[in-house]
């Protein structure tokens, strides 16, 4: 039996122009845009309360005795439940006695206790080694979409919940980050953008010391500049409701620095612009308060992103398991590549002149994060993407699983989902999905920390044996 033919129109064939002509409204000025986005903030903090407490300020959920002897304190229920009756004077958490809960602050308190008093042969707290300072990790790429910043926080928490200390810069001017975290930021002052004026402030106060002892004229300080001068790291640093990680937070005029920096630049090409959050994290002890420093950065390779890569130990590159995405990061490199080599060339062709020791940039490690895999979906071209970047690539690929998206729907991470609102199985995986991820990224910490620790100590003998 022949089936009958198929004569509905497809949707793009006869469009009336009048018709459509009517459905267009008014033509657009400038003015509509400032409507459309006081709409669009209104609508943005009714949905970030979402995640918050009733004042409008985020909380972190409690823990219960489950996950704490699960994933946080290596150690059995019944023990804790032991420990706890025989120290009145640790948290005893809230609830009744066979299900307790216990905050963030709490645990961090009771890991202290078991590092002192338990089992020698335990990991009680996250390994890091004495005397060296914290590690720099920026996640980036310049496709937006990629998963960059749920990778970000996500590791933020972790490595939190882990034991590590942790400071999150948001570089990116959506303020995706500083959302997740609960910040407040009023304006490009509580950003990173006074430290990069700052940077160039300094560099301008050194250079008219020279061109006053030339008796050239000097180059202007103007009000911005000279505020900026003021400005310490640990002024913009604001708390979060993660006792154990701080943030400095993004807004949007932070997107003015794209503007400003090449301005500074032309009136003092000797300024090292790359170099400005580096030198602002290593000023005032901060390396040695945190032990992970996260750098959040926007989806584009312009100066925010330079002074995060040039700032960064660690570079995490993440990307979809798709053609598109794959082509994307590898035009990201080629930028890299060109971008720094670039920097390299022009700024070693003057330390020849002045006979001075070469620079050049280097990371402890690189690697590339497939995000959002679909094993049913996207495994061949997963095998592809992983055959040609080799030892660039993680080993595991980070699936997308309806706790991650169900926890997006609440302005939280999946660490701040409560498992009880899950299906228990949809919670393990969604959870494991990021503590895998989690997990290759303290490999590449700890090993990073071992070999600078290593050659450390390999100059420290050099030197007794030089004596």
Known sequence: MNKRADTTSPPFHNIDPARAAARLGPRVDTTRFAKAATFCARGRDDMARRGYAPDGTKTLRKFSIWEITRYLIPVAAAHLRRVLKSHPDLPQGEGEAGAKWFSLDDVLKLRRHFAEEGAANKEYRPWRPEGLPAKIAAVANFKGGSGKTTTCVHLAMAAALDGYKVLVIDLDSQ????????GKVADEWQTVFPLLARDYARAVTQENLVREAEGAAPLPLDETLTEALEVSPRNLIQSTHWPNIDLIGAQLNLYWSEFQIPVWRMNLKSWSLWDALNNALNEEGLLDEYDIVFLDTPPAL?????????????????????FLEFDSTGRFFDMLYSTFASIEEGENAQRRRAGLPEMRFEWDVVRAIITRYDAGQQTDLANVIQAYFGDFMTAYRQEFTALVGQAGEQINGIYEADYRDFNRETYLRGREAFDRTYAEFKELLLGSWYRDMMEEQEVKDGQTQDA
């Open 302 to 322: 312009g100066y925010l992103t330079i002074n995060s890569l040039s700032a960064a130990d660690i570079l995490l590159v993440p990307l979809g398991a798709s």
């Open 175 to 182: 303020a995706s980050m500083t959302s997740l975290l609960g």
